[in-house]
Protein backbone atom coordinates (compact mmCIF):
# COMPACT_ATOMS: atom_id res chain seq x y z
CA UNK A 1 0.00 0.00 0.00
CA UNK A 2 1.12 3.55 -1.00
CA UNK A 3 1.60 6.36 1.74
CA UNK A 4 2.41 9.64 1.48
CA UNK A 5 4.56 11.21 4.04
CA UNK A 6 1.98 14.12 4.34
CA UNK A 7 -1.20 14.45 1.84
CA UNK A 8 -2.14 17.96 2.62
CA UNK A 9 -4.98 17.29 -0.11
CA UNK A 10 -6.67 14.62 2.56
CA UNK A 11 -6.71 18.00 5.10
CA UNK A 12 -8.02 20.73 2.64
CA UNK A 13 -11.12 18.53 1.23
CA UNK A 14 -12.39 18.88 4.67
CA UNK A 15 -12.25 22.50 4.88
CA UNK A 16 -12.71 23.72 1.86
CA UNK A 17 -15.90 24.78 1.45
CA UNK A 18 -14.94 27.48 4.36
CA UNK A 19 -11.49 28.37 2.71
CA UNK A 20 -12.45 29.40 0.05
CA UNK A 21 -15.55 31.62 1.37
CA UNK A 22 -13.04 33.55 3.20
CA UNK A 23 -10.64 33.94 0.65
CA UNK A 24 -13.53 35.05 -1.95
CA UNK A 25 -14.02 37.46 0.82
CA UNK A 26 -10.74 38.79 1.84
CA UNK A 27 -10.57 39.08 -2.51
CA UNK A 28 -13.42 41.19 -2.41
CA UNK A 29 -11.90 43.81 0.29
CA UNK A 30 -8.61 43.63 -1.28
CA UNK A 31 -7.09 44.47 1.89
CA UNK A 32 -4.21 42.37 1.61
CA UNK A 33 -1.02 43.51 4.13
CA UNK A 34 -1.53 43.25 7.57
CA UNK A 35 -5.14 45.14 8.85
CA UNK A 36 -8.07 43.19 10.29
CA UNK A 37 -7.42 39.71 9.10
CA UNK A 38 -3.84 39.36 10.73
CA UNK A 39 -4.45 41.58 13.91
CA UNK A 40 -7.72 39.19 14.50
CA UNK A 41 -5.46 35.72 14.05
CA UNK A 42 -3.03 37.53 16.18
CA UNK A 43 -5.06 37.66 18.78
CA UNK A 44 -6.22 33.94 18.59
CA UNK A 45 -2.41 32.69 18.48
CA UNK A 46 -1.94 34.72 21.37
CA UNK A 47 -4.29 32.91 23.65
CA UNK A 48 -3.91 29.37 22.00
CA UNK A 49 -0.36 30.15 22.92
CA UNK A 50 -0.96 31.73 26.42
CA UNK A 51 1.27 34.57 25.73
CA UNK A 52 -0.07 38.07 25.74
CA UNK A 53 0.86 39.30 22.33
CA UNK A 54 1.39 37.70 18.93
CA UNK A 55 3.40 39.74 15.65
CA UNK A 56 2.45 37.66 12.41
CA UNK A 57 5.32 37.87 10.37
CA UNK A 58 6.83 36.74 7.00
CA UNK A 59 8.29 32.65 8.01
CA UNK A 60 9.28 31.27 11.22
CA UNK A 61 12.74 31.81 9.88
CA UNK A 62 12.05 35.64 9.47
CA UNK A 63 10.19 35.21 12.98
CA UNK A 64 13.83 34.03 14.45
CA UNK A 65 15.47 36.53 12.83
CA UNK A 66 12.95 39.85 13.77
CA UNK A 67 13.59 38.24 17.36
CA UNK A 68 17.50 38.73 17.05
CA UNK A 69 17.35 41.91 15.44
CA UNK A 70 14.54 43.48 18.07
CA UNK A 71 17.47 42.36 21.23
CA UNK A 72 20.22 44.22 18.60
CA UNK A 73 22.28 40.70 18.69
CA UNK A 74 24.72 40.52 15.72
CA UNK A 75 28.34 41.11 15.55
CA UNK A 76 30.17 39.92 18.11
CA UNK A 77 27.67 38.29 20.05
CA UNK A 78 27.16 34.31 20.37
CA UNK A 79 24.12 32.41 20.32
CA UNK A 80 23.40 29.03 21.31
CA UNK A 81 21.54 26.50 19.65
CA UNK A 82 21.27 23.01 19.49
CA UNK A 83 23.02 21.18 15.77
CA UNK A 84 20.44 19.10 15.47
CA UNK A 85 17.62 21.09 14.10
CA UNK A 86 16.24 22.76 10.65
CA UNK A 87 18.84 24.58 8.84
CA UNK A 88 17.18 28.17 9.82
CA UNK A 89 17.72 27.84 13.78
CA UNK A 90 21.45 28.05 12.69
CA UNK A 91 20.86 30.38 9.62
CA UNK A 92 18.69 32.66 11.34
CA UNK A 93 21.65 33.71 13.66
CA UNK A 94 24.14 33.79 10.96
CA UNK A 95 22.05 36.12 8.87
CA UNK A 96 22.28 38.80 11.83
CA UNK A 97 25.72 38.51 11.99
CA UNK A 98 25.90 36.91 15.47
CA UNK A 99 27.81 33.51 15.91
CA UNK A 100 26.29 30.26 16.15
CA UNK A 101 27.49 27.93 19.23
CA UNK A 102 26.36 24.75 19.31
CA UNK A 103 25.47 22.97 22.32
CA UNK A 104 24.54 19.08 22.05
CA UNK A 105 21.48 17.59 22.33
CA UNK A 106 19.17 15.02 24.98
CA UNK A 107 19.02 11.43 23.80
CA UNK A 108 15.80 11.11 24.58
CA UNK A 109 14.07 13.82 23.17
CA UNK A 110 16.76 15.37 20.64
CA UNK A 111 16.43 18.71 22.43
CA UNK A 112 18.96 20.72 24.12
CA UNK A 113 20.61 19.60 26.80
CA UNK A 114 20.78 22.43 29.42
CA UNK A 115 24.10 20.95 30.99
CA UNK A 116 25.51 21.40 27.98
CA UNK A 117 24.24 24.63 27.05
CA UNK A 118 26.10 25.52 30.39
CA UNK A 119 29.21 24.63 29.34
CA UNK A 120 28.84 27.16 26.62
CA UNK A 121 27.99 30.55 28.10
CA UNK A 122 30.68 32.98 27.65
CA UNK A 123 31.05 36.21 28.31
CA UNK A 124 29.74 37.49 24.59
CA UNK A 125 26.94 35.22 24.83
CA UNK A 126 23.62 36.88 24.27
CA UNK A 127 20.86 34.50 23.86
CA UNK A 128 19.68 30.73 23.78
CA UNK A 129 17.39 29.45 20.93
CA UNK A 130 15.76 26.03 22.45
CA UNK A 131 13.62 23.86 19.77
CA UNK A 132 11.38 21.98 20.30
CA UNK A 133 11.86 19.70 17.84
CA UNK A 134 9.58 17.49 16.20
CA UNK A 135 6.81 19.10 18.42
CA UNK A 136 7.97 18.53 22.04
CA UNK A 137 9.00 20.75 24.23
CA UNK A 138 12.75 21.14 25.12
CA UNK A 139 13.27 21.21 29.11
CA UNK A 140 12.81 24.55 29.49
CA UNK A 141 13.28 25.07 33.23
CA UNK A 142 16.97 24.68 33.60
CA UNK A 143 17.40 27.01 30.75
CA UNK A 144 15.33 29.70 31.70
CA UNK A 145 18.08 29.13 35.28
CA UNK A 146 20.93 29.80 32.90
CA UNK A 147 19.50 32.81 31.14
CA UNK A 148 18.82 34.30 34.47
CA UNK A 149 21.75 33.89 35.77
CA UNK A 150 23.89 35.22 32.86
CA UNK A 151 21.30 37.66 31.85
CA UNK A 152 20.48 36.06 28.20
CA UNK A 153 17.37 36.44 26.22
CA UNK A 154 15.54 32.89 25.18
CA UNK A 155 13.90 32.65 21.69
CA UNK A 156 11.87 29.59 21.75
CA UNK A 157 12.32 27.83 18.30
CA UNK A 158 8.24 26.79 18.64
CA UNK A 159 8.26 26.26 14.69
CA UNK A 160 7.18 22.47 14.32
CA UNK A 161 5.51 22.78 18.23
CA UNK A 162 2.26 25.28 18.13
CA UNK A 163 0.25 24.01 20.71
CA UNK A 164 2.74 21.45 22.55
CA UNK A 165 3.37 22.33 26.53
CA UNK A 166 5.94 22.05 28.96
CA UNK A 167 4.59 21.04 32.31
CA UNK A 168 1.18 22.75 31.62
CA UNK A 169 2.49 25.60 29.71
CA UNK A 170 2.02 26.21 25.96
CA UNK A 171 5.72 26.68 24.07
CA UNK A 172 6.41 30.06 23.46
CA UNK A 173 5.29 31.69 26.60
CA UNK A 174 7.89 30.88 28.35
CA UNK A 175 11.15 32.58 26.70
CA UNK A 176 11.29 36.37 26.06
CA UNK A 177 9.93 35.43 22.51
CA UNK A 178 8.38 32.20 20.93
CA UNK A 179 8.71 31.69 17.00
CA UNK A 180 6.01 29.90 15.03
CA UNK A 181 6.38 28.54 11.46
CA UNK A 182 2.89 28.36 9.24
CA UNK A 183 4.92 26.35 6.66
CA UNK A 184 2.16 24.13 4.97
CA UNK A 185 3.43 20.77 6.64
CA UNK A 186 3.77 22.15 10.04
CA UNK A 187 0.65 21.27 12.52
CA UNK A 188 -1.12 24.47 11.73
CA UNK A 189 0.29 25.55 7.87
CA UNK A 190 -0.66 28.15 5.58
CA UNK A 191 -1.47 28.39 2.08
CA UNK A 192 2.20 29.65 1.19
CA UNK A 193 5.04 31.08 3.88
CA UNK A 194 4.16 32.53 7.04
CA UNK A 195 4.89 32.84 10.51
CA UNK A 196 4.20 34.54 13.85
CA UNK A 197 6.61 35.95 16.94
CA UNK A 198 4.84 35.78 20.51
CA UNK A 199 5.77 37.68 23.96
CA UNK A 200 4.83 38.37 27.08
CA UNK A 201 6.41 41.95 27.06
CA UNK A 202 4.06 44.81 25.38
CA UNK A 203 7.33 46.72 24.69
CA UNK A 204 8.68 43.95 22.68
CA UNK A 205 5.74 42.99 20.60
CA UNK A 206 5.66 46.86 19.84
CA UNK A 207 9.04 46.81 18.71
CA UNK A 208 8.36 43.65 16.50
CA UNK A 209 5.85 45.27 14.63
CA UNK A 210 7.87 47.87 14.05
CA UNK A 211 10.75 45.99 12.54
CA UNK A 212 8.49 44.20 10.62
CA UNK A 213 7.65 47.35 9.14
CA UNK A 214 10.92 48.78 8.20
CA UNK A 215 11.39 49.74 11.60
CA UNK A 216 8.78 52.66 11.00
CA UNK A 217 7.65 53.73 14.19
CA UNK A 218 5.75 56.70 12.28
CA UNK A 219 4.45 57.14 8.18
CA UNK A 220 7.86 57.36 6.84
CA UNK A 221 10.09 58.03 9.96
CA UNK A 222 12.46 55.02 10.76
CA UNK A 223 14.13 54.74 14.53
CA UNK A 224 15.07 51.67 12.89
CA UNK A 225 16.42 49.36 10.37
CA UNK A 226 13.90 46.44 10.29
CA UNK A 227 12.84 44.54 7.23
CA UNK A 228 9.33 43.96 5.10
CA UNK A 229 8.33 40.57 7.48
CA UNK A 230 4.55 41.64 6.85
CA UNK A 231 2.00 38.64 7.16
CA UNK A 232 -0.66 38.93 4.65
CA UNK A 233 -4.47 38.97 4.96
CA UNK A 234 -5.27 35.95 3.03
CA UNK A 235 -2.49 33.63 4.81
CA UNK A 236 -4.18 34.85 8.02
CA UNK A 237 -7.59 34.15 7.21
CA UNK A 238 -6.69 30.76 6.48
CA UNK A 239 -4.96 30.32 9.49
CA UNK A 240 -7.75 31.22 11.83
CA UNK A 241 -10.28 28.97 9.58
CA UNK A 242 -7.56 26.16 10.91
CA UNK A 243 -6.73 26.93 13.96
CA UNK A 244 -10.00 26.30 15.22
CA UNK A 245 -8.99 22.85 13.51
CA UNK A 246 -5.81 22.60 15.20
CA UNK A 247 -6.73 20.75 18.57
CA UNK A 248 -8.77 18.03 16.82
CA UNK A 249 -5.93 17.60 14.04
CA UNK A 250 -3.03 16.98 17.31
CA UNK A 251 -4.73 14.72 18.79
CA UNK A 252 -5.24 12.49 15.33
CA UNK A 253 -1.21 12.84 15.28
CA UNK A 254 -1.07 11.49 19.25
CA UNK A 255 -3.90 8.86 18.26
CA UNK A 256 -1.68 7.79 15.25
CA UNK A 257 1.84 7.86 17.11
CA UNK A 258 -0.01 5.74 20.23
CA UNK A 259 -0.74 3.26 17.41
CA UNK A 260 2.52 3.17 15.85
CA UNK A 261 3.78 2.71 19.25
CA UNK A 262 1.49 -0.35 19.62
CA UNK A 263 2.49 -1.94 16.34
CA UNK A 264 6.58 -2.17 16.97
CA UNK A 265 5.86 -3.28 20.46
CA UNK A 266 3.93 -6.17 18.80
CA UNK A 267 6.69 -6.66 15.75
CA UNK A 268 9.26 -7.39 18.44
CA UNK A 269 11.89 -5.96 16.43
CA UNK A 270 14.43 -5.25 19.85
CA UNK A 271 17.29 -3.23 19.27
CA UNK A 272 16.67 -2.63 15.45
CA UNK A 273 13.95 0.71 15.90
CA UNK A 274 13.87 2.23 18.72
CA UNK A 275 9.95 4.20 18.84
CA UNK A 276 10.24 7.87 19.87
CA UNK A 277 10.81 8.37 23.48
CA UNK A 278 8.69 10.82 26.01
CA UNK A 279 10.84 13.28 27.68
CA UNK A 280 10.86 12.23 31.64
CA UNK A 281 8.87 15.63 32.52
CA UNK A 282 5.84 16.50 31.60
CA UNK A 283 4.89 17.48 28.00
CA UNK A 284 2.03 17.42 25.60
CA UNK A 285 3.73 16.38 22.42
CA UNK A 286 2.12 17.40 18.94
CA UNK A 287 3.83 15.09 16.93
CA UNK A 288 5.15 17.05 14.06
CA UNK A 289 7.10 14.49 13.30
CA UNK A 290 7.13 10.90 14.39
CA UNK A 291 10.73 9.66 14.26
CA UNK A 292 12.04 6.24 14.82
CA UNK A 293 15.83 5.51 15.06
CA UNK A 294 17.23 2.43 13.22
CA UNK A 295 20.04 0.54 14.10
CA UNK A 296 23.39 -1.30 13.00
CA UNK A 297 23.84 0.96 9.95
CA UNK A 298 20.77 -0.26 8.26
CA UNK A 299 18.75 3.23 7.91
CA UNK A 300 19.59 4.31 4.14
CA UNK A 301 19.02 1.04 2.90
CA UNK A 302 15.79 0.60 4.65
CA UNK A 303 14.57 4.07 3.45
CA UNK A 304 15.01 3.26 -0.02
CA UNK A 305 13.06 -0.14 0.40
CA UNK A 306 10.50 1.78 1.65
CA UNK A 307 10.39 4.43 -0.63
CA UNK A 308 10.48 1.90 -3.28
CA UNK A 309 7.06 0.84 -2.20
CA UNK A 310 5.68 4.36 -2.18
CA UNK A 311 6.20 4.64 1.53
CA UNK A 312 6.72 7.96 1.88
CA UNK A 313 10.02 8.39 4.86
CA UNK A 314 12.10 11.51 5.25
CA UNK A 315 15.50 11.96 7.38
CA UNK A 316 15.18 14.84 10.04
CA UNK A 317 18.07 15.28 9.62
CA UNK A 318 20.88 13.64 7.76
CA UNK A 319 23.42 16.69 8.51
CA UNK A 320 24.37 18.13 12.15
CA UNK A 321 24.56 21.48 11.79
CA UNK A 322 28.27 22.17 12.71
CA UNK A 323 29.53 19.57 9.68
CA UNK A 324 27.53 21.93 7.18
CA UNK A 325 29.78 23.11 4.95
CA UNK A 326 28.59 26.81 5.06
CA UNK A 327 29.81 26.67 8.93
CA UNK A 328 32.94 24.97 8.08
CA UNK A 329 34.70 28.73 9.43
CA UNK A 330 33.26 27.72 12.67
CA UNK A 331 35.81 24.83 13.05
CA UNK A 332 33.43 22.38 14.14
CA UNK A 333 34.45 18.77 13.48
CA UNK A 334 32.80 15.10 13.58
CA UNK A 335 33.15 14.07 16.74
CA UNK A 336 32.08 17.30 18.37
CA UNK A 337 28.89 16.72 19.20
CA UNK A 338 28.37 12.92 19.23
CA UNK A 339 24.38 12.28 20.28
CA UNK A 340 23.63 14.62 17.27
CA UNK A 341 25.44 13.25 15.48
CA UNK A 342 24.56 9.89 16.12
CA UNK A 343 20.74 10.80 15.66
CA UNK A 344 21.46 11.64 12.06
CA UNK A 345 22.77 8.54 11.36
CA UNK A 346 19.86 6.34 12.88
CA UNK A 347 16.45 8.98 12.41
CA UNK A 348 13.95 8.77 9.90
CA UNK A 349 10.44 10.06 10.08
CA UNK A 350 7.15 8.09 8.91
CA UNK A 351 3.69 9.26 8.07
CA UNK A 352 1.91 10.86 10.94
CA UNK A 353 -0.59 13.32 9.07
CA UNK A 354 -3.90 13.10 10.72
CA UNK A 355 -6.19 11.71 8.10
CA UNK A 356 -3.59 8.94 7.65
CA UNK A 357 -5.49 5.43 8.28
CA UNK A 358 -5.05 2.62 10.54
CA UNK A 359 -4.35 0.42 7.53
CA UNK A 360 -1.52 2.65 6.19
CA UNK A 361 0.21 2.51 9.51
CA UNK A 362 0.01 -1.26 9.30
CA UNK A 363 1.60 -1.70 6.26
CA UNK A 364 4.12 0.37 6.95
CA UNK A 365 5.18 -1.42 10.20
CA UNK A 366 4.72 -4.52 7.99
CA UNK A 367 7.10 -3.33 5.76
CA UNK A 368 10.03 -2.25 8.23
CA UNK A 369 9.23 -5.87 10.07
CA UNK A 370 9.71 -7.30 6.86
CA UNK A 371 12.81 -5.57 5.90
CA UNK A 372 14.25 -5.74 9.68
CA UNK A 373 13.66 -9.29 10.67
C1 LIG B 1 10.10 25.07 9.77
C2 LIG B 1 11.13 25.47 10.74
C3 LIG B 1 11.71 26.75 10.75
C4 LIG B 1 11.49 27.75 9.66
O1 LIG B 1 10.20 28.03 9.34
P1 LIG B 1 9.84 28.60 7.89
O2 LIG B 1 8.44 29.08 8.05
O3 LIG B 1 9.96 27.47 6.93
O4 LIG B 1 10.78 29.70 7.58
C5 LIG B 1 12.58 27.07 11.77
N1 LIG B 1 12.91 26.19 12.72
C6 LIG B 1 12.39 24.96 12.74
C7 LIG B 1 12.79 24.03 13.85
C8 LIG B 1 11.50 24.54 11.75
O5 LIG B 1 11.02 23.31 11.77
Redesign the pocket.
Known amino acids: MAVPLLDLKAQYATIKDEVLREIAEISDSQYFILGPKVEKLENEIAKYCQSNCAVGVT??????IIALMVENIGPDDEVIIPPF?????AG?VARVGATPVFADIDPVTYNLDPAKVAEKVTGRTKAIIP???FGQSADMDPIMEIAKKHNLIVIE?A??AIGAEYKGRRVGSIGDYG?F???P??NLGCFG???MVTCNDPEKAKKLKIFRNHGQSGTYMHDFVGGNFRLDALQAGILSIKLRYLDSWSQARQQNAAEYDALFAQADLGEKVSTPKKANYPVRHIY?QYCIEIADGKRDELLAHLRELGIGCAVYYPLSLHLQKCFAKLGGKAGDFPVSEAATGRIMALPIYPESTSEQRKSVVEAITAFLK
Not at 59 to 64: E, N, Q
Not at 85 to 89: D, H, L, N, R
Open positions: SGSDALTFFATAVHLDCQCSFFSKDGGN
